[in-house]
């Protein structure tokens, strides 16, 4: 696999990881899950993401014959029980992993000192704290991008913000999925962001 090719590739994964978890997906994207237009990697590339994109084969099996429309009712049902609430039991924001930092307050601060270093702010129009899994996600896409560009400066504040972020909690969101979540899109897209996670940090660490 060529450099473009491996670059289209770890952006397709972020991609997946953003539209599950940004919000509701959206029926668009349901639709180019059930109809093939999201090509799965066929070669291994470490456990988790295997073990994603094998679950997640399954949903579009288990789905592809059913209106994109109910398909999509349920996932936004699903999505609300299990990441919104009330009470949802599931919270994807690193400070709530995270015993060394206040939600409001250091965590977050830190979070937003990493954007910042890079150039990077989130959407402002978005509800959600800067440490929200697809806000995290959204910025590994932008150094993605950057270093796409040329920028290599963008490898070092990737390596660092896997190192002191991403790594520090997604396991532990990975693992309480597992406990709340049925086998399905958001149990698939959680086995997905950890093996991205594992991945990037390969990719970084022979790039620098």
């Known amino acids: 696999m060529n450099d473009a090719a491996v670059y289209e590739a770890r952006l397709e994964l972020v991609d997946f990881v953003i539209d599950v978890f940004w919000d509701v997906p959206e029926e668009a994207f349901v639709e ?19 073990e994603g994109f094998e ?3 399954a949903w579009i099996d288990e789905n592809a014959d059913r ?28 400070t709530n992993y995270r015993e060394d930092t206040e939600f409001i307050g250091e965590g977050l601060a830190e979070v937003e000192a990493s954007y910042a270093a890079a150039g990077w702010a989130p959407p402002e129009e978005y509800p959600e704290e800067e440490d929200f899994i697809a806000i995290e996600m ?45 086998d399905g899109l958001f149990l ?8 991205l996670v594992r991945f990037e940090d390969e990719i970084v660490a022979q790039i620098g």
Request: glycine fraction near 4%.
């Open 138 to 182: 959204a910025f590994l896409r932008y150094l993605i991008e950057r270093q796409r560009e040329g920028d290599e400066e963008t490898v070092g504040y990737e390596r660092v913000f896997i190192e002191q972020h991403l790594s520090e909690w997604v396991v532990d969101f990975t693992d309480e999925m597992r406990e709340e979540a049925d």
């Open 55 to 57: 679950m997640l084969q």
């Open 188 to 195: 698939a897209a959680a086995l997905v962001c950890e093996g």
């Open 67 to 94: 209106p994109v429309s109910a398909v999509q009712d349920d996932l936004e049902r699903e999505y609300t029980d299990l990441l919104v609430g009330p009470r949802p039991p599931v919270l994807p924001h690193e």
């Open 32 to 50: 180019r899950l059930l109809t093939g237009d999201i090509q799965l990697p066929e070669d291994s590339i470490n456990d988790q993401l295997d």
